[in-house]
């Protein structure tokens, strides 16, 4: 059982007692059988979303990086979500840079800062033009700096500006490959490249990755996005040539990923696919 979990950002506390945790469900104790895949899953849906429906007595070492194989799976719940409450604004007759805003809104409800978080900690490491331990140690730092402020700026500019550009009629189909596309991009990243330091929460979910995880989200992930329309695997396969670019960069930077950088790549992710979507569906 995990003892020691105070990874920032990652600290698992005692759950409050409130009215709505009285009709939470009760996990297994066990990790083990098909108890294990109830547990994984969950894992994953309330790490990567601030969607709490579980109660669990005890946390499992291994539980996180078994919680890998959800990732797209997860992309889909929240692109499914994003999708359904850009449609109600849509029926709403919202216009057209209010919507875009209220998605934003949506998305820190449905998601939560952590990823945000991530790419500030990333900007503020990288842009110092430091040397690699200092980054890293920048990146550890809790404190805010110039560059993740005017980073994030630019960052919620460009999605306003694209939620608002892209079409109505295709912005909730391109909503939800983005989600597929940047979880299943967040699973190849923690599996392909390596660790820039051996502890810490990049090391808690790479720590026993399995490669049926990346054929898993790499196949379901697709074939998402071949549901969605073949112009929607080309937007993907475009958008993966900068995210990967972008990994490798940050992987020559630091020496490997850690978990901030998997939070910028998500990220800068969904910036390229809304991107690579704006320019080739039109």
């Known amino acids: 059982m995990a003892e020691d979990l105070k990874t920032k950002g990652t600290e698992i506390e005692p759950e409050n007692e409130t009215f709505l945790t009285k009709f939470y469900i009760k996990l297994p104790d066990s990790s083990t059988g098909i108890s294990r ?4 899953f969950f894992t994953c849906l309330e790490f990567l979303t601030r969607i709490r429906i579980t109660k669990r007595n005890a946390w499992f070492d291994d539980e996180f990086s078994r919680s890998v194989a959800f ?21 709403l ?11 934003l809104i949506a998305e820190l409800l449905f998601v939560g800062g952590l990823m945000y978080d ?34 994030i700026i630019i960052l919620l500019l460009l999605k306003v500006a694209l939620y608002s ?20 991009m967040m699973a190849i990243d923690i599996i392909l490249f390596p660790l820039a ?17 990346l054929i898993f989200n790499v196949a379901l992930g697709l074939g998402i996005l071949g549901y969605l329309g073949i112009n929607f695997i080309l937007v993907g396969l475009v958008a993966s040539v900068f995210s990967f670019g972008l990994a490798f960069y940050l992987k020559h930077c630091l020496g490997g990923l850690t978990g901030d950088t998997y ?12 991107l690579s979507a704006y320019y080739i569906l039109g």
């Open 37 to 40: 895949y109830i547990r994984d």
């Open 71 to 91: 990732f797209t799976v997860i992309g889909c719940i929240l692109g499914t979500l994003m999708a359904t409450v850009n449609y109600g604004l849509v029926l």
């Open 93 to 103: 007759n919202t216009p057209i840079f209010l919507k875009a805003v209220l998605l």
């Open 118 to 151: 991530g790419f500030m900690d990333t900007a503020d490491g990288v842009f110092s033009g430091r040397t690699r331990e200092r980054v890293l140690e920048i990146m550890q730092d809790s404190h805010v700096g110039a560059n993740s402020v005017i980073a």
């Open 165 to 184: 550009e892209i079409s109505i009629g295709m912005l909730g189909n391109v909503l939800l490959g983005m989600f597929v596309f940047t979880r299943m």
């Open 197 to 213: 330091k051996e502890k810490g929460l990049g090391a808690m979910f790479k720590a026993n990755t399995k490669p049926w995880y």
């Open 263 to 274: 939070g910028a790549l998500t990220e800068c992710g969904n910036i390229f696919f809304l």
